[in-house]
């Protein structure tokens, strides 16, 4: 019986060998290259084969440093370790730096793979594909103070993943903008989740949506104001992708991934998500 996941992440840096998460849970340096060039072959497999030979490379291909390993034993949750991982993913990601990508996930830790029988290893890739809206934080490496934070927000957000679907949609909607290639797919994307957690009715969607986020995030006064008007203008260009238009500007869409990076955070530093009453009581007073 395999004793957990192992999942190897590109884009992160260590500043120390490992790091523990609580409850077996461990991030550690490693290094693999998972490679995917393309090869063509030239006639039909057999029943249950492979296409005989002979094999030619083709251009292109891509190809993905492994340099953090993730590693969620069986015990640490009562759910899936698959689930528990990519929650433990998106923490990283939004708290440590955006790069942090699920390349592959692995039965054996990948420091040990070469020494595991080709009958016994499997490796699959998962985030295997080029991010095209790129997000990444200058000199950002995973730090005592970054494991920290993982640590003490990733049972809450297993727990909110678990029992929210709106919640869990946002979780979707953040972790799939940076690798949609059409970023109006990406806004409809980001702002249905925003809409799930901030609107259960489909009337006065604009100024409604706007207003609860905004006084969801600010207190009472000229910032609440600022920001409710910043993202009625964010909603207009989700509108326009609605009814039709193709293209968004990518500060627009940085934007608004902001907006519901900060919402999502502080769901979790509050422990819930909050009902339409307390809403409206910060709204309203």
């Given at each position: 019986?395999?004793?957990?996941?192992?999942?190897?992440?590109?884009?992160?840096?260590?500043?120390?060998?490992?790091?523990?998460?609580?409850?077996?849970?461990?991030?550690?340096?490693?290094?693999?290259?998972?490679?995917?060039?393309?090869?063509?072959?030239?006639?039909?497999?057999?029943?249950?084969?492979?296409?005989?030979?002979?094999?030619?490379?083709?251009?292109?291909?891509?190809?993905?440093?492994?340099?953090?390993?993730?590693?969620?034993?069986?015990?640490?949750?009562?759910?899936?370790?698959?689930?528990?991982?990519?929650?433990?993913?998106?923490?990283?990601?939004?708290?440590?730096?955006?790069?942090?990508?699920?390349?592959?996930?692995?039965?054996?830790s990948f420091s040990e793979m070469q020494g595991v029988s080709d009958n016994e290893a499997r490796i699959?890739?998962?985030?295997?594909?080029?991010?095209?809206?790129?997000?990444?934080?200058?000199?950002?490496?995973?730090?005592?103070?970054?494991?920290?934070?993982?640590?003490?927000?990733?049972?809450?957000?297993?727990?909110?993943?678990?029992?929210?679907?709106?919640?869990?949609?946002?979780?979707?909607?953040?972790?799939?903008?940076?690798?949609?290639?059409?970023?109006?797919?990406?806004?409809?994307?980001?702002?249905?989740a925003l809409e799930a957690m901030f609107s259960r009715e489909r009337s006065e969607l604009r100024f409604?949506?706007?207003?609860?986020?905004?006084?969801?995030?600010?207190?009472?006064?000229?910032?609440?104001?600022?920001?409710?008007?910043?993202?009625?203008?964010?909603?207009?260009?989700?509108?326009?992708?609605?009814?039709?238009?193709?293209?968004?500007?990518?500060?627009?869409?940085?934007?608004?991934?902001?907006?519901?990076?900060?919402?999502?955070?502080?769901?979790?530093?509050?422990?819930?998500?909050?009902?339409?009453?307390?809403?409206?009581?910060?709204?309203?007073?």
């Amino acid at each position: 019986m395999v004793a957990g996941l192992y999942l190897g992440l590109s884009g992160l840096v260590l500043e120390k060998d490992t790091f523990g998460l609580g409850k077996g849970i461990t991030l550690k340096r490693t290094f693999a290259h998972l490679m995917a060039p393309y090869i063509v072959a030239f006639a039909p497999a057999g029943p249950g084969g492979v296409h005989p030979a002979p094999w030619k490379p083709a251009r292109g291909g891509s190809g993905y440093d492994i340099v953090a390993e993730l590693f969620v034993p069986n015990s640490s949750t009562e759910g899936d370790a698959w689930e528990l991982q990519r929650t433990l993913t998106f923490l990283l990601r939004v708290g440590v730096n955006p790069a942090a990508t699920a390349t592959a996930m692995a039965s054996h830790s990948f420091s040990e793979m070469q020494g595991v029988s080709d009958n016994e290893a499997r490796i699959m890739p998962v985030e295997a594909k080029p991010r095209v809206f790129r997000l990444s934080v200058h000199n950002s490496s995973m730090n005592e103070a970054g494991a920290k934070w993982v640590a003490d927000r990733w049972e809450t957000t297993h727990k909110l993943i678990s029992e929210h679907k709106e919640f869990d949609l946002g979780v979707a909607a953040i972790e799939a903008a940076q690798f949609e290639r059409n970023g109006a797919l990406s806004m409809m994307s980001l702002w249905a989740a925003l809409e799930a957690m901030f609107s259960r009715e489909r009337s006065e969607l604009r100024f409604r949506v706007s207003s609860y986020i905004a006084a969801y995030i600010e207190p009472f006064g000229p910032a609440r104001r600022d920001l409710q008007k910043k993202l009625g203008k964010l909603y207009d260009k989700r509108s326009a992708t609605t009814h039709g238009a193709v293209d968004v500007d990518n500060d627009a869409l940085f934007e608004t991934v902001n907006v519901l990076r900060k919402v999502l955070i502080m769901m979790i530093d509050a422990g819930k998500v909050p009902t339409r009453e307390e809403l409206e009581q910060r709204l309203f007073g």
